[in-house]
Each structure stands twice: as structure tokens, then as C-alpha cells.
């Protein structure tokens, strides 16, 4: 049986895995379509490197697509760009059958490579930014991109092909029988930027700086970890600047929960008193929302505003949920309005605003309503609308 392989440039082969039955990421983020280990094989002329190996349970294939290339025991390098298992997990099956094979990686790395899968001093090499390493007509170069999303992360630069190849960065969790991202077609980038939400976000100062080497090495290809192959590398590119460091959109993203109603009707006033002021709201019920979706439009709102009734003296734990994301993400814009009904003793504004204040989020409204809504608490409702509106106007 032929598994799938493609030769993205001259002796530089896809052997990744399309795993089309994951349906979640780090515990909590949705796979609708699954996601792809890619792991490439660059055959040079003396020397042969397996970049980025693949998820534990996928090595025997892993090795079964090298073997219809080159035999597995002639690989001289494993480029580890990133210590994660969903890429290194399958670096000691490599090693095993490869009795040369060495693990390359950043200081950082090579360090990793010994607490996370024990590999022996005498099969890590580190490199540094710069270093290059000579296969044979074909020279790697390496980039570091640290905190992408782990301190030990690099990016690897083929130069006489000028494929980089980012690990996640760049990448999106799409499984496909199509491996260039020019064949996915309208799926590709929202998928692209639910991912970058997730991984990246949080890191939009590091994706910042890897940008500006991305735009230096002007790479023909990008050759991420996960999802689709970039040969037109612009596209995903221009959509990274604008996620990391672009205007914020005029928009407002209103999370809420309710149990009986009040926190709802609130909503319901906010959300359509925002929109009404010409300002777009993306309302996320939370008993329903997708947690990512929520993520991925934080990387351009210019404003959150959250909803949460009092629960035992604090937040519903929903809110809380989603608060702690919110407030740990790195989102941009930073300014946030909270509202809730209480039974008697309320607290749970009180307690989300602590918490996104601790995030660097501007607090510019709070309301806490006894109850179900009367009309004076509408007409509040709607300043708090208005006020987020105006701030928002201000600054897009
Ligand atoms: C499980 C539960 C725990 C609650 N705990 C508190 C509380 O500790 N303090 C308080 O002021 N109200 C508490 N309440 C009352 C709710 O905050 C109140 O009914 C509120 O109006 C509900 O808003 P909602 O209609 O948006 O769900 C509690 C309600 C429930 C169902
Ligand atoms: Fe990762
Ligand atoms: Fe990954």
C-alpha cells in the first residue's frame, strides 16, 4: 500500500499525518476538521534531515512514508523546531531505526529533548540563530523564533529551495486531502486565525518579531506544522500582520450567561444599544458559544464586554471560564464593560473585574441589577451601551 507523500520542492517531501478523527486541541479547543502533523524529509546529496516529527500513535506511519523515499536508517538529522509532542512526540521511533540520526534543536531544545523524551547527550546538537547545516546542495538554516508558543521554538530555513519551515507558527488545524493552502479554499482562513487565536495570540509580541525574519528570509514557501502548505506565502502573511499588530475593528464581543433570564434581557438592551450606535457586537452566549469562536474575533474587537450572574458570592462559573481566557490571552483593545443580576449579596461584577483589571483591561462600566431588570436599570443598560460605543468610536 502507497501512503500519501508530495514532493513540495526539488528532494523536499511532505511525510506529515492527517489525523481527520481529533476532534480537540490542548484539552479544550474544538476539531471540526481535524488537524495534520506535518513532518517533511529533505534529502540532500550527502546528509538526509527529517524535519519536525509527528503526534504519538503516528510513527509507524511516519516511517513506512520515509521508507518509500529513502530507508528510515539513513536519516543523519532530526530538526526537533519545536519540543512539543505533537511534533517531537515520535523523535525516539526515529531514533530507534535511525542509529546515526542526531536531534537538532535551540539550546533551549536540546535541553527539552532530555526532560520530555530522555534523549542521550551524544545524539543532540544545538544551534544557534544563524548556524547553518550543509546536507548537500541543500543547506538548512536556522532561525530562532522564540515563544511560538514555547521558549524553545526555531524556525528552519531550506535556502536553495527557500522553503522555511515555522513549526505552528503560520499553521491552522485543517485536515485535507489537499495540501497547499491555494486548494482549501474559503475554509482556510478562518480556520487560520481560530488557530492563531488559540496559539499565538497570547504571543503576539514574539509572532511580531518572527514576522519581521519571515519578511527578511521572503520565503517561496511556508511549510507549517499543522494544515495546509503555503506557496503563496503572502496571503497568510498579510493576515498575521493585521492579527499581531493591525488596526482594531469596530467591534464589540458581548460574552454572557444567565440561568433565569435577567443577565439575558440586560444583554439584550447592551448588545442592541451598541449596534445601534454603529458599532458591530458579536453576541456569545457561553451555555452554547464555542469557546474558540469567542478567541478568534478577541484577536480584532476593540472592546469585551462581559455578563454574569451572582453565584455563590461570585461569578457563574461559565463567566469565570471565559473571563480567565479573556484576561490571560493577550487580547488587544483592552477595554471591557461587566454587568449581572444578583440575588442578595451580589459579587459577581466585583469578581470580574478584578480579574480582567489584573489583565490590563480599562473597566469603563460596571452594572449590578438586584433581580430582574426594571426600567431604571434599562436605561442603565443602554448608558453602558453608549458609553462602550463612544469608546470604541474614539479609538478606530
Ligand atoms: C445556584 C445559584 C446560586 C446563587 N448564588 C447567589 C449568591 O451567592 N449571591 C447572590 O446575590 N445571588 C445568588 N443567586 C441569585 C442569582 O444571582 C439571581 O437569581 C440572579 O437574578 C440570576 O440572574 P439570571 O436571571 O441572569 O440567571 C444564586 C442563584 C443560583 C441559581
Ligand atoms: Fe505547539
Ligand atoms: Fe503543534
Redesign the pocket.
Known sequence: MAFKTVEISPNVFWVGIEDWNRRFFDAFIPLPNGTSYNSYLIVGKEKTALIDTVNPGFEKILLKKISQIVPPGKIDYIIMN?A?P??AGGILEVMKVAPNAKVVATKLGVDMTKIYFDVPSERRISVKDGDTLELGQKTLKFIEAPWL??PE?MFTFNMEDSVLFT??FLGSHITSDKLFADEVGGLLMPEAKRYYAE?MMPFSASAQKALDKVNLLNPKIIAP?HGPVHRNPQSIIEAYEKWTRGPLEKKVIVVYVSMWGSTQTLERIITETISTEGVETVPYNLTVADISHVLRDLVDASAVVIGTPTVLGGAHPLALYATELIASFGVRGKIAAIFGSFGWGGGATRRVKLRLEKGGFEVVYTLDVRGPPKPAHIEKAVSLGKAVAKRVKEAT
Open positions: 519545536h512539543e505533537d511534533h508558543h514555547w521554538t513549526c505552528d496559539i506544522s
